[in-house]
């Protein structure tokens, strides 16, 4: 942009001012829209034809005999049954959780079958994801 103003015989103050209002103004919206892209890290899961609200924790490292465990608020889960319980170090205390076996669920409209479930008090969301769950990678 600036080198078009350059070229420009009889330019002004203004003319710099103008171009570089401009470029603020681009570069504030796409700041912005990188911003958006890299931090929304809310998910959608699809558990029995409902849909609830997820997020990514790259802090979740709980495994359950070799596979990775998901925590879902334990009032989405009550119709399945525990196949076992472990204890688990969370930011405040230990805290005993129930294992369930989900048959099917969708995440990001992705289907993964035969998920280990821990049943917990969650507040804010209604899932936390395990990140190696979806490849690791997150």
């Keep these: 942009m ?3 103003v350059l070229l420009i015989e009889n330019i002004q103050i203004s003319s710099f001012f103008i171009v570089g209002v401009l470029t603020l103004i681009v570069a504030y919206f796409y700041v912005s829209f990188c911003h958006e892209i890299v931090h929304n890290d809310d998910m959608i899961i699809s558990l029995d034809n409902n849909f609830y609200k997820a997020i990514v924790d790259s802090g979740n490292r709980v495994w359950y005999k070799g596979y990775p465990i998901i925590f879902i608020a334990s009032e989405l889960v009550k119709q399945y049954d525990v196949v076992d319980t472990i204890y688990v170090d969370t930011a405040y205390k230990k805290e005993k959780v ?18 280990y479930a821990g049943k917990m008090n969650l507040k804010e969301y ?3 994801l395990n990140t190696y769950l979806l490849g690791g990678v997150l």
């Design 2 to 4: 600036f080198q078009g």
């Design 98 to 115: 129930d294992i369930v076996l989900i048959k099917k669920i969708d995440i990001n409209f992705e289907t993964f079958y035969n998920v």
């Design 126 to 128: 209604d899932c936390i």
